[in-house]
T-cell receptor, first 113, second 111 residues
Framework: DGGITQSPKYLFRKEGQNVTLSCEQN?????MYWYRQDPGQGLRLIYY???????QKGDIAEGYSVSREKKESFPLTVTSAQKNPTAFYLC????????????FGPGTRLTVL | RKEVEQDPGPFNVPEGATVAFNCTYS??????FFWYRQDCRKEPKLLMS???SGNEDGRFTAQLNRASQYISLLIRDSKLSDSATYLC????????????FGPGTRLSVLP
């Protein structure tokens, strides 16, 4: 089945630790995205990538880093510099073009202990 | 002014009711428009794209008014399973990476 997978589903982190969230897609999409969602809030864009080896900061990139070494993969690292990392993290992908919708993975729920 | 605004909600309606959601966007250069639904603690899922001529999918009807920069979603004969948060999404173009999400409107359909 084609789709987007994210792992792990739940992640617990101690303060001061870096953690990496996985996102893989087999939809052959060029563009991939990371969003953060806080309880009762909308989605906020962290990073996006239109093509392999290229990515751009979104609205709330501070304290996060990404890489795009393969078309299928767009991992997100939450660093210790992110002051309030507890949130629901969603990865999405889309084809390039102004009229194409995004498809989302199931999300990773990160809790800092 | 926020780029995408939606009815604040929540909407609590009885089964079988018709409910309408409204969304406004601020950027007149917006290219495409979508409604997503998000169940509690789940990922958003595409409900329908919104076209200039309006489109319908079963009990769901979406309308776009570019002149007023306004999008609507109508749900007829609402079901318990329609309970979710409905997200209005606008694509600003620029090679398709510039998606802007509204805050969502929560719907509870009551028995």
């Amino acid at each position: 089945d084609g789709g987007i997978t994210q792992s792990p589903k739940y992640l617990f982190r101690k303060e001061g630790q870096n953690v990496t969230l996985s996102c893989e897609q087999n939809l052959n999409h060029d563009a991939m995205y990371w969003y953060r969602q806080d309880p009762g809030q909308g989605l906020r864009l962290i990073y996006y990538s239109q093509i392999v080896n290229d990515f751009q900061k979104g609205d709330i990139a501070e304290g996060y880093s990404v890489s795009r070494e393969k078309k299928e993969s767009f991992p997100l690292t939450v660093t210790s510099a992110q002051k309030n990392p507890t949130a629901f993290y969603l990865c999405a992908s889309s084809t390039r073009g102004s009229y194409n919708e995004q498809f989302f993975g199931p999300g990773t729920r990160l809790t800092v202990l | 002014r926020k780029e995408v605004e939606q009815d604040p909600g929540p909407f609590n309606v009885p089964e079988g009711a018709t409910v309408a959601f409204n969304c406004t966007y601020s950027n007149s250069a917006s290219q495409s428009f979508f409604w997503y639904r998000q169940d509690c603690r789940k990922e958003p899922k595409l409900l329908m794209s919104v076209y200039s001529s309006g489109n319908e999918d079963g009990r769901f009807t979406a309308q776009l008014n570019r002149a007023s920069q306004y999008i609507s979603l109508l749900i007829r004969d609402s079901k318990l399973s329609d309970s979710a948060t409905y997200l209005c999404v606008v694509n600003l173009g620029n090679y398709g990476q510039n998606f802007v999400f509204g805050p969502g409107t929560r719907l509870s359909v009551l028995p």
